[in-house]
């Protein structure tokens, strides 16, 4: 087999894999609050979330041209696929140990650090587009602080809706509206996380001069849809724990606006076709909420072990694929 075949089906079956990863790994994204209201059973749960991923996956292709040529550029890497093996080892790497952990932290910034540590490493820092990369962190960083805030006044509008009405049957009706949350939630999931896998198997089919765009081919959006629904269907039972149960007491009401509020921000960057993080949006929203509930009754300690996870997650991922890189090639 020619070598340049090899080396682009190792990056494929990583790309893959990462996907895959991502599936188990944001599955609590989207089905963390329903779980842990009882809205849905756990098994019900994620196998509603894996059908909705792939449903997500196979409809948008934008995020995906940007995660794969706003880095750098395929065209301009003679040593492409090597940067991308590097990149792909040094995400599911992070993402394997921070679901080791329950630590929900993010798999785009894992992949983003990543990509750019292994361009500065492999290809130098001239090839890097520091434009494109800051504008892609930009997005990563704002859309937490969107979530947050939007999930803040989602809950205060439906506190001031529903105050004279009893908690039970409040929360009785929320429980069921969380099945359509849950599910609109997953939708969104697939149709930002799974791209970024797709992103990267075009980058790498336009590097091997395979194709001269980065428009996406079906069976790239098939795989990676399939990849990402798969991961889905396993389910990540220690972030779901983390998420459902110990920010604060979530009730219906909490998680019907915690799931709206952070699907409008993911929906939202994927129509402006920027990669942004669906862990980070969930979280930032059930943060909101929670603090609109009683701002005390959040535990904070945790939360701000998640932001550090968050802020440790690019650097780390940018060193990462840099040494493999260099232990590698």
Known sequence: MDTSILIILIVIVLALAFDFINGFHDTANAIATAVSTRALKPRTAIMMAAVMNFL??????????????SVANPANLDNGLQVLIA??????????????????????????????GAVYVGAGPDKLNWSGFTTIIQ???????????????????????FAKRSPHSVNKGFRTMQIMTAALQSFTHGTNDAQKAMGIITFALVTAKYQDNMDVPLWVKISAATAMALGTSIGGWKIIKTMGTKIFKIEPINGFAADISAASVIFGATLIQLPVSTTHAITSSILGVGSAKRFSAVKWSLAGRIVIAWVITIPIVFILAGIIYKLLF
């Open 87 to 116: 990149t792909l080892i040094a995400a599911i790497i992070w993402n394997l140990a921070t679901w080791w952990f329950g630590i929900p932290s993010s798999s785009s910034h894992a992949l983003i650090g990543a990509l750019a």
């Open 139 to 161: 997005g990563l960083l704002l859309s937490p602080l969107l979530a947050f805030a939007i999930g803040y006044i989602v809950m205060m509008i439906l506190k001031w809706i």
């Open 56 to 69: 997500g996956a196979m409809m948008f292709t934008g995020v995906a041209k940007t995660i794969g040529g």
